[in-house]
DNA sequence: CGAGGACTTGATGACGGTCAATCCGTGTGG
DNA sequence: CCACACGGATTGACCGTCATCAAGTCCTCG
């Protein structure tokens, strides 16, 4: 995999400062930006002078790191994760370019989860006080972000439904329609993707062991439904993937 | 159960309006209040003029419902729970006094579950966007908003981890402590008190069957750990409770 | 006081976990 | 440039946990 160019600018370790501008993202639905005005636009972009790139594998935070910025996702996978005391790991989600890390440090001034890049990746660095500040001043972001916040928490409900009530086929299912929407609004191909993250990881965050995952990846190749061959995936009959997943409220 | 005593004032079906002190309310800690200045918890009250008594086995809202205000709840217990269009449901919490209801319908105007009362309740009804143009006035208001969401998010988290990761026992001696540790917020014993929610809906929301359920009571309490009788359930052994959870982040 | 829901307990079986062997693809170093 | 090593993925055999089905008891509430 190619190397970013390096910029050609003084900046902290992993910092990159240069021209940013919110309105040219082409993340506007999903991110901050949706439904702004040209002068809140203009402020908003100002506050956002930095980015920040993350090489795969790396975190972007961990949790316990002290809070003061939230980061939209420019470029690249990622994923979260929760550790328990006794060490047991649960990854709480696959974040994709447009979505937004770090809502879950609001409450303790502290990150409360690992965001782990799953390839080499770029963020926006939106420093928290001054958003707040920002929203403050215009309605429109402040409700854009009372909105973000209150998308996080239906999309964990859809994840509580999926641990909750669904069998393994059915989880299966279910992740494989969520990434396909996921793809579609950012303007991706729904029908046909790279897997970013390994079956333990997809395991893990279904509340499966990695087995569980490849044989229901297997059965549903067998029986024509997707086609999957190591990291990437095609979806065969859409029809009868949403049949599997069964209606569901697809978690964000 | 005696009903409540009906209040003399004109009021829409189910709402009451009568004077409301944020000040008094202790529930500071929980709610909206915490670390306001006098002139914020003065406009708060002002703001909340309305409650509403909901009885048990009735709905506060259900998903669908027009959203505008949220409920931060005075008395009583609640479950909310998600439905999937096949009809799976997933009770995705049991929010009780000092919990506010309402958070996850922001994003589409609309909530995304019902919140049912497990007893005879009573809310405050906080016209979210009052709530919203209050914020932009008060620092520590907006702050304490962006706290509560977050919080939310965090929850959610370790619902995730509980579901993802746990073998029954562990689900629910973690249950067992997070009720207390609510309890024990709130004021009440964290060693002795009443579930107000059946095996089938504990089961439910922790992804297991009512029968799992009440075996699994049975077997703590065989063990010396707890003893159960019907509704009531007293911890007996803090530790050795706290051991088996496997020192998880119990959500909430 | 009666009826129906809630709870408990037992027997059985299925789904997914565990353990293990093998294959594959990628990236690394000689 | 090739060989090898290692992590990731697949597949199989077996097993354990929890779901399912069923019967019976006990509260609770009307």
Known sequence: MSAHPIPAVKAAAGAVTHAVNCGDCGLHDICLVEGLSPTELDRLTGMVATRRRVKRGE???RAGDRF???YPIRLGFFKTRVTSDDGREQVTGFPMPGDILGFDAISAAAFQCD???LEDAE???VPFEKLESLTREFNGLQR???RVLSRE???DQGVMMLLGTMRAEQRIATFVLNLSQRFAQRGF???EFILR???EEIGNYLGLKLETVSRTFSKLQDDGVITVEQKRLRIDEPTRLRDIAGATCAPE
């Open 115 to 117: 965001a782990i890049a």
């Open 197 to 199: 993250m390994t079956r």
């Open 144 to 146: 854009q972000l009372h």
């Open 59 to 61: 975190p972007l935070f």
């Open 153 to 155: 928490i239906v999309r």
């Open 123 to 125: 963020v926006c660095v």
């Open 189 to 191: 191909s729904p029908r």
């Open 68 to 70: 003061d910025a939230v």
